[in-house]
């Protein structure tokens, strides 16, 4: 994040487009339907590929079975008042200069743009890794997860060899930050109980945890670290750290040291970078792709273009560090948007991005979990507990944003 200047830009008039209805760019459009009551004549338009929001912090659940996907998929049409005008279609790319996005369904010119597009999975350039394995950022990457573990657990049923059958009925995931701790205790717990239903032993099914750091949850405090070790190994989750996967081959994948990890299904969670669709495009990118942006959001030399989520590259002053690209800070990023295209529409000075970090809570399985909250550690049934209520506070807020408005609907 870079200093500038704190004053809005002069010739703020014109549509606000918000590129992306995940939880940046939804939460700026429920934030400015509600500031904008009295302004009729500016026009928002709220643009995504799909007509739901996708409640991403979910998905674990979906992947291994114990929610539907459906149920993680909310329409927009229910959370957006008739002041927005939303617009279904795939982003395509950007003419900074005519203030155009380039999208499936024509040019949209804007006077204000806000981009929050989100994240794509990294395989850093892993030979195979893209083709032999699942991701998990979509309702349907899960519903494909747990349709591939119950396929490799039919298969596993099926075989005569006992190695065979060991390896088939191995899922294995690539990453140990948050999204793998969460998919790999989730499954962890359910396969046990699927597998008599495929007619194995319960301890047949396996789930390995790759990473190649030294620790699961980098970056996360040494208590959380070895509560979630503790509950995993409890679990039976197989964790394997310091281990680097040079490629994903046929077999499994292959690791630095030659080791091979087998398994019937292979999931990548190991992390995230731009879409490509920014990275061919002029804006200013930093790591894994991510746009730099001034203390206001704004894109460095397009102050009329403001980054929220993912796709913002924020550095947090206090720490030094690039936030992480958690929902948390999405939120909070998009809140400051919505609040900072107001300013400029009502010629008040800008705001500058403060993150006020709430805490970090993983899920650990289906009944326990890991929590850092105001430098307390907690592990077990209180910190999953903690998680839903989370996702519940989330899928609320979004309803009373919606509420917040009633007359424009
Ligand atoms: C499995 C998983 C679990 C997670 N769990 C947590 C958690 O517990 N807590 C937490 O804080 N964070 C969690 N995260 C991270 C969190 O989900 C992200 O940080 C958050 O979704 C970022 O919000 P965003 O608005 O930037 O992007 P997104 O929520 O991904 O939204 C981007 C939107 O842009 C749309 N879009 C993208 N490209 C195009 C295009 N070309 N055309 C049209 N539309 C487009 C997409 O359809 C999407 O609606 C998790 C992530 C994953 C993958």
Not at 148 to 155: C, S
Not at 243 to 259: P, S, V
Not at 391 to 400: A, D, F, G, L, T
């Amino acid at each position: 994040m870079e200093n500038a200047a704190d004053t809005s830009t002069a010739g703020s008039s014109g549509p606000i487009v918000v590129a992306g209805a995940g939880y940046a760019g939804l939460h700026v459009a429920l934030r400015l339907t509600a500031r904008l009551r009295n302004r009729p004549a500016v026009e928002l338009t709220l643009v995504d590929r799909h007509d739901y929001h996708q409640v991403i912090t979910e998905l674990p659940r979906v992947a291994s079975g114990t929610r539907a996907a459906d149920a993680v998929r909310i329409p927009l049409q229910d959370m957006l008042a008739r002041r927005v005008r939303f617009e279904q279609t795939e982003i395509n790319g950007f003419d900074l200069a005519g203030r155009r996005l380039l999208t499936g369904a024509g040019p949209i010119g804007w006077g204000r743009l806000v981009l929050a597009l989100g994240s794509r999975p990294n395989d850093f350039a892993i030979p195979g890794l893209a083709q032999r394995t699942l991701s998990l950022y979509s309702a349907s990457d899960a519903e494909r997860v747990w349709a591939a573990v119950g396929k490799t657990l039919t298969a596993a049923a099926a075989a005569t060899d006992p190695e065979r059958q060991r390896c088939l009925a191995t899922v294995v995931v690539g990453g140990g930050g948050a999204t793998g701790v969460e998919l790999a205790g989730e499954l962890a717990e359910i396969l046990p109980g699927m597998a008599s239903g495929h007619g194995l032993a319960p301890n047949r099914p396996a789930v390995v945890l790759v990473e190649a750091g030294p620790t699961i949850l980098a970056g996360s405090s040494p208590q959380l670290i070895g509560k979630a070790t503790t509950v995993l190994a409890d679990l039976g989750v197989q964790v394997r750290t310091n281990a680097m996967i040079a490629a994903a081959t046929e077999e499994g994948f292959r690791l630095k040291d030659g080791q091979l990890v087998e398994g019937g299904v292979f999931v990548w969670a190991g992390g995230v970078k731009a879409p490509e669709l920014v990275a061919d495009s002029a804006l200013p990118t930093g790591h894994n792709g991510r746009v730099k942006v001034d203390q206001h959001l704004r894109v460095l030399d397009h102050p009329e273009v403001y980054v929220a989520g993912d796709l913002a590259s924020v550095t947090d002053p206090r720490t030094g560090h690039v936030l992480p690209p958690l929902a948390q800070v999405a939120l909070e990023e998009g809140e400051t948007v919505a609040r900072n295209l107001d300013a400029e529409l009502e010629d008040r000075p800008l705001e500058a991005f403060t993150f006020h970090d709430k805490g970090f809570v993983v899920s650990v399985g289906t009944r326990r979990g890991v929590a850092d909250i105001a430098g307390f550690t907690s592990g077990g049934r209180l910190a999953h507990v903690l998680k839903d209520a989370i996702e519940w506070e989330y899928r609320q807020s979004v309803k009373h944003l919606r509420g917040w408005d009633p007359v424009a609907r």
